[in-house]
T-cell receptor, first 113, second 117 residues
Framework: GENVEQHPSTLSVQEGDSAVIKCTYS??????FPWYKQELGKGPQLIID?????GEKKDQRIAVTLNKTAKHFSLHITETQPEDSAVYFC????????????FGTGTQLKVEL | GAVVSQHPSWVICKSGTSVKIECRSL??????MFWYRQFPKQSLMLMAT?????????EQGVEKDKFLINHASLTLSTLTVTSAHPEDSSFYIC?????????????FGPGTRLTVL
């Protein structure tokens, strides 16, 4: 089955700096890679996703890059703000998987003033 | 984006009792919904896939007789934790895929915090 690894597990940055979180996946058939932000005591919120037919996607301060050959994808947050502090999860799914998502282990991002 | 709700948001029950958690897709229909469990500082672990009008599919190691799932309509799935014990205390989250631009995107509910005394 699919295995998704995520690094780092914790990340502290100064406000205004950039943050990068990386994930690798094992199943080369995976073609959908969403990123979720989870605040304490709440459900995960989709912040951006990418499909295997593109290599990069950007939405304001958030971007995701995908390298299919290396089977890794990354989340980039620029101009970080304190409200970006949360746990971020990457995930992967593949066609025929019935929309099942396999999640990474999560990254606790802390944006310090 | 699509909206998924859960009820209740938190529940406390005595050991040995059963608890039902509801998951609703508010503005779209979902033939499939997913139930996850999340322990503190851990990732989401898929428990089962809820299928409208048919039996749920459980992940390996999840007791189907303990975690009863019913998906009676295209907008509602329920998870019943039967004979709950303290080790069942956890954060339970559901999700449902919504079709947008010919592809499916998963949206999550706000979660239900279960505490078993």
């Amino acid at each position: 089955g699919e295995n998704v690894e995520q690094h780092p597990s914790t990340l502290s940055v100064q406000e205004g700096d950039s943050a990068v979180i990386k994930c690798t996946y094992s199943d080369s058939a995976s073609n959908y890679f969403p990123w979720y932000k989870q605040e304490l005591g709440k459900g995960p919120q989709l912040i951006i996703d990418i499909r295997s037919n593109v290599g990069e996607k950007k939405d304001q301060r958030i971007a995701v890059t995908l390298n299919k050959t290396a089977k890794h994808f990354s989340l980039h947050i620029t101009e970080t703000q304190p409200e970006d502090s949360a746990v971020y999860f990457c995930a992967a799914s593949h066609p025929g998987g019935g929309n099942k998502l396999t999640f990474g282990t999560g990254t606790q991002l802390k944006v310090e003033l | 984006g699509a909206v998924v709700s859960q009820h209740p948001s938190w529940v406390i029950c005595k050991s040995g009792t059963s608890v039902k958690i509801e998951c609703r897709s508010l503005d779209f229909q979902a033939t499939t919904m997913f139930w996850y469990r999340q322990f503190p500082k851990q990732s989401l672990m898929l428990m089962a896939t809820s299928n409208e009008g048919s039996k749920a599919t459980y992940e390996q190691g999840v007791e189907k007789d303990k975690f009863l799932i019913n998906h009676a309509s295209l907008t509602l799935s329920t998870l019943t934790v039967t004979s709950a014990h303290p080790e069942d205390s956890s954060f339970y989250i559901c999700s449902a895929p919504a079709r947008q631009d010919s592809t499916d995107t998963q949206y999550f509910g706000p979660g239900t915090r279960l505490t078993v005394l």
